[in-house]
């Protein structure tokens, strides 16, 4: 397993920007599918991102396909999340998961960081 750690939340005006980060331990982080996802308050946990072992594929979320990118650096065992034309409604915990084969049945969660945008 990896231990993943994010940082980068905080608080943005509505049409701002943020970039997380998800920094993984381990020497396997390659071989792991990556992604984020969010919960706001009073909802589910929400599936935003994923990116596949080597950045080829992406998918996202359709709340977010425009704004968000997801990229990752398999030499820095990070992956990121650059989130574009913030709205109120992406105010939310996010939260990095690693998966063998697929993030939406994740071997690894972060602690998550805060999200916070404002009107």
């Known amino acids: 397993q990896v231990q993943l750690v994010e940082s980068g939340g905080g608080l943005v005006q509505a049409g701002g920007s943020l970039r997380l980060s998800c920094a993984a331990s381990?020497?396997?982080?390659?071989?792991?599918?990556m992604g984020w996802f969010r919960q706001a308050p009073g909802k589910e946990r929400e599936f935003v991102v994923s990116?596949?072992?080597?950045?080829?594929?992406?998918s996202y979320g359709d709340s977010v396909k425009g704004r968000f990118t997801i990229s990752r650096d398999n030499a820095k065992n990070t992956v990121y999340l650059q989130m574009n034309s913030l709205k109120p409604d992406d105010t939310a915990v996010y939260y990095c998961?690693?998966?063998?084969?697929?993030?939406?049945?994740?071997?690894?969660w972060g602690q998550g960081t805060q999200v916070t945008v404002s009107s």
């Open positions: 998961a690693a998966g063998r084969y697929t993030v939406l049945d994740p071997e690894s």
């Open positions: 381990g020497r396997t982080f390659s071989t792991y599918v």
């Open positions: 990116i596949t072992q080597s950045g080829a594929r992406t």
